[in-house]
């Protein structure tokens, strides 16, 4: 997503991004024209490990009890049916 958000906005952030850690990860979305299941399954259970992580710390139960999980339902409904499945 950030990817596509500098490659329309900003080149050089493109560029940028895609000279980090995650180029091998961004090219093979750009050149199979999306992701695995089992990458949409692995993204989406370390999102899920994040958003438990986060919660740990978030003193305000109404952002920890209801707005984070309702963050990862939309996360995880984004993945699973908004981005394409490759090869």
Same mark, same amino acid.
């Given at each position: 997503?950030?990817?596509?958000?500098?490659?329309? @906005?900003?080149p050089?952030?493109?560029?940028? *991004? +895609?000279?980090?850690f995650?180029? =091998?990860?961004? !090219? &093979?979305? !750009? &050149? !199979? &024209? @999306?992701?695995? &299941?089992?990458? +949409?399954?692995? =993204?989406?259970? *370390?999102m899920?490990?994040?958003?438990?992580f986060?919660?740990l710390?978030?003193?305000? =139960? *109404? =952002?920890?009890? %209801? %707005? *984070?999980?309702?963050l990862?339902?939309?996360?995880?409904?984004? %993945?699973i049916?908004?981005v394409p499945?490759?090869?």
């Amino acid at each position: 997503l950030a990817s596509w958000c500098f490659f329309r @906005g900003s080149p050089r952030m493109h560029s940028w *991004l +895609k000279s980090s850690f995650l180029k =091998t990860y961004i !090219e &093979k979305y !750009e &050149k !199979e &024209k @999306g992701m695995t &299941k089992r990458s +949409k399954a692995v =993204t989406i259970a *370390l999102m899920w490990v994040m958003l438990l992580f986060s919660s740990l710390f978030i003193k305000d =139960t *109404l =952002t920890a009890y %209801i %707005i *984070l999980p309702l963050l990862g339902v939309v996360g995880s409904a984004t %993945i699973i049916f908004f981005v394409p499945n490759s090869r």
